[in-house]
């Protein structure tokens, strides 16, 4: 069985640019979230997707956006990027929307560099 | 508010020796889940184990073992017999039972380097 599949793996930016990443979750799982990685601040949530609605939100600023689609593959979009937003993001995916005992599952992240 | 800490940045053991990796939790929900998660240097989160609040029984699954401790809110994590294949950064994290959805609260993880 497939695991989650992130890609791009490895992807460099200027500032100002915007990015978009994807996220393919383990077949079946319709819940997918987002966090990111950064030596400073660790681990941080961004957000959660579950049948293409968000349902649940982190503390990042409007320009951290995502969506999720039919097939639950889900993308996340950064628009204006700065210095700071240069860390590793990791998506999750798991069966259900969220609680319950089903632990979610991580892909190998997409790392990203601004310069 | 959340909060996992893990107060060892980093520990370096010599192959077999056993050891102890802490966490430490802060929760006003009175049903969670606990996690322990192993990230290697390639960076994908590989899943360990999940504990309910309500299951105090400790767990061994082959040289890994787990001492959840509810009275001092603390959910320790032991490697037996090391291995260098155990070395990466290790991270605990909550997550409510009901409410938050499948959002983790993790700590700031625990650097393991088991040297020959």
């Known amino acids: 069985k497939a695991g989650v599949t992130q890609t791009p793996r490895y992807l460099i930016k200027t500032r100002g640019q915007q990015v978009t990443l994807s996220c393919s979750p383990i077949s079946g799982h319709r819940s997918v979230s987002w966090y990111q990685q950064t030596p400073g601040q660790g681990l941080q949530f961004l957000f959660e997707?579950?049948?293409?609605?968000?349902?649940n939100k982190g503390n990042f600023p409007g320009r951290f956006s995502g969506r999720q689609f039919s097939n639950s593959r889900s993308e996340m979009n950064v628009s204006t990027l700065e210095l700071g937003d240069s860390a590793l993001y990791l998506c999750a995916s798991s069966l259900g929307p969220g609680g319950g005992n089903q632990p979610q599952h991580f892909g190998d992240g997409t790392r990203l560099s601004i310069l | 508010a959340q909060k996992v800490t893990q107060a060892q940045t980093e520990i370096s053991v010599v192959e077999k020796e056993d050891v102890t990796l802490d966490c430490v939790y802060e929760?006003?929900?009175?049903?969670?889940?606990l996690f322990w998660y192993k990230q290697p240097p390639s960076g994908e989160l590989v899943f360990l184990i999940r504990?309910?609040?309500?299951?105090?029984q400790n767990e061994i699954s082959g040289r890994y073992s787990w001492n959840f401790q509810k009275s001092t809110s603390s959910f320790n994590f032991t490697i037996t017999a090391s291995q260098v294949v155990d070395s990466a950064v290790y991270f605990c994290a909550l997550r409510p039972v009901t409410g938050g959805g499948n959002k983790l609260t993790f700590g700031t993880g625990t650097q393991l380097k088991v040297e020959l």
């Open positions: 504990r309910n609040s309500f299951d105090e």
């Open positions: 929760t006003r929900d009175t049903t969670y889940y």
């Open positions: 997707y579950f049948s293409e609605t968000q349902r």
